[in-house]
Nanobody, 115 residues
Framework: QVQVVESGGGLVQPGGSLRLSCAAS????????MGWYRQAPGKQRELVAS???????NYADSVKGRFTLSRDNAKNTVYLQMNSLKPEDTAVYYC?????????WGQGTQVTVSS
């Protein structure tokens, strides 16, 4: 059983910053992928960023140069630093972990970018 717990969402003005955190626990394989998807109202869920190990990262084109995903392997925790936020970044952000050929999801955290 794997548990995924997110934190850090909220309301921020355009141009502002937020940091999301996600901690995974339970029966985890040492080599795994963690990351974030997001889903805006009326849109499909899309991959925002993912990380394998501590440095192999992948970002959606829409967030490159603004978002940074980092990882504390010892804690099975990832951090999504979001800078220069735009209204179109508004969505529910879901953390995931791929371990033992299984994907587990967090409950989601709302990020709203609005003046």
């Amino acid at each position: 059983q794997v548990q995924v717990v997110e934190s850090g969402g909220g309301l921020v003005q355009p141009g502002g910053s937020l940091r999301l955190s996600c901690a995974a626990s339970g029966s985890l394989f040492s080599f795994n992928v963690m990351g974030w998807y997001r889903q805006a109202p009326g849109k499909q869920r899309e991959l925002v960023a993912s990380i394998f190990g501590v440095s192999l990262t992948n970002y959606a084109d829409s967030v490159k140069g603004r978002f940074t995903l980092s990882r504390d392997n010892a804690k099975n925790t990832v951090y999504l630093q979001m800078n220069s936020l735009k209204p179109e970044d508004t969505a529910v952000y879901y953390c995931f972990i791929d371990s033992n050929y299984t994907r587990s999801w967090g409950q989601g955290t709302q990020v709203t970018v609005s003046s």
